[in-house]
């Protein structure tokens, strides 16, 4: 049990601790569109992330994969940038109905796991299986990420249902906010 409890913090902390700005940021874009209304739609979408997000992991974690630690932190917040950029492109009816977004979830949830990788693969080497372990850090990765976009959509409810600002207002603020700090990101990060 001492590894449930070891491995669900390193999740949670991974994605609420103030070192964990690209993950927010992520999840910020990733939730922008969306309104409380659209709860399941988030969910699902969270839940697509931490399924790219451990796939990566289980298989950083086995030595099937390995790749550039200096590409993979430029892509994280690469990914930030697109997924913000793709919000401000849409048109407002399109706002909670995009599918694709499911898809870019995923992929973009390889991509942060590979990130993470190099951090936990030690610690997973230490413990006396893969399972427990990953999967007790995946349901405190999901705790943190659903902390965060329920956060962002009890905002939203305040924002947009309350105080009546326009929901394109919100989304491209939210994104515009999102895309400058993961574009300086990419800036000091970028591989070269």
């Known amino acids: 049990m001492d590894d449930f409890a070891i491995f669900f913090d390193l999740g949670w902390r991974h994605i609420i601790s103030t070192e964990a700005l690209d993950h927010q940021l992520f999840m910020l874009a990733l939730a922008a569109i969306y309104l409380v209304n659209d709860w399941k739609k988030v969910l699902i979408l969270v839940t697509a992330f931490t399924i790219g997000h451990s796939l990566t992991l289980i298989l950083s974690a086995y030595d099937i994969i390995a790749v550039n630690s200096g590409w993979v932190e430029f ?21 909670g109905q995009y599918r694709a977004q499911y898809g870019l979830a995923l992929f973009f949830g390889l991509v942060h796991g590979l990130g993470f990788a190099n951090t936990i693969r030690p610690l997973l080497a ?28 009890l905002l939203s409810y305040f924002f947009v249902n309350t105080l009546k600002l326009k929901r394109k207002w919100w989304v491209w603020g939210l994104s515009v906010s999102a895309l400058v700090v993961a574009g300086y990101i990419c800036i000091e990060r970028w591989p070269m």
């Open 126 to 153: 230490k413990s006396q299986g893969i399972t427990m372990p990953l999967l007790s850090f995946n349901i405190g990765l999901e705790a943190g990420q659903l902390l965060v976009v329920g956060l962002i959509l």
């Open 75 to 95: 892509l994280i917040p690469l990914s930030i940038v697109v997924t913000a950029f793709l919000n401000l492109i849409k048109t407002e009816k399109h706002y």
